[in-house]
């Protein structure tokens, strides 16, 4: 059983309910910080199964975690959590960044 695979796998499944939700039950910037999370975290989502197929779990691991931390914080402040929770979002972000960076690191032969 590959963890972080299965942990791939179940952040495209939150991403793709978060961005349904976003598009039908939501308004307003609730919806918007729904849709943007959803779409960043099916990305890297995506990403990081092919980081694992790369043998780059560095890579894979920061695109799960900094899916996750992105995406969780729009989630809660979408269903009333307080705002200051936006201040953790670029957190999330620069792990994404990391992971790609590590990527590009692993593929350069």
């Known amino acids: 059983m590959n963890l972080l695979m299965i ?15 976003g598009a039908h039950g939501a308004s307003g910037a609730a919806a918007d910080w729904l849709k ?12 990081a ?3 694992i197929r790369m043998e780059a779990r ?4 920061l695109f799960v975690g900094g899916g996750f931390v992105f995406a969780t ?6 269903i009333g959590a307080p705002r200051w929770l936006g201040a953790v979002t670029p957190i999330g972000g620069a792990l994404l960044i990391g992971g790609w960076l590590w990527l590009a ?3 350069r032969g």
């Open 7 to 21: 942990l791939a796998a179940l952040s495209g499944a939150m991403a793709v309910a978060a961005g349904a939700f």
């Open 36 to 47: 943007t999370g959803g779409h960043y975290q099916l990305i890297h989502a995506v990403a």
């Open 49 to 51: 199964l092919v980081a």
């Open 58 to 61: 560095v890579a894979a691991w």
């Open 73 to 78: 914080t729009l989630y809660l402040m979408a």
């Open 105 to 107: 690191w692993r593929a």
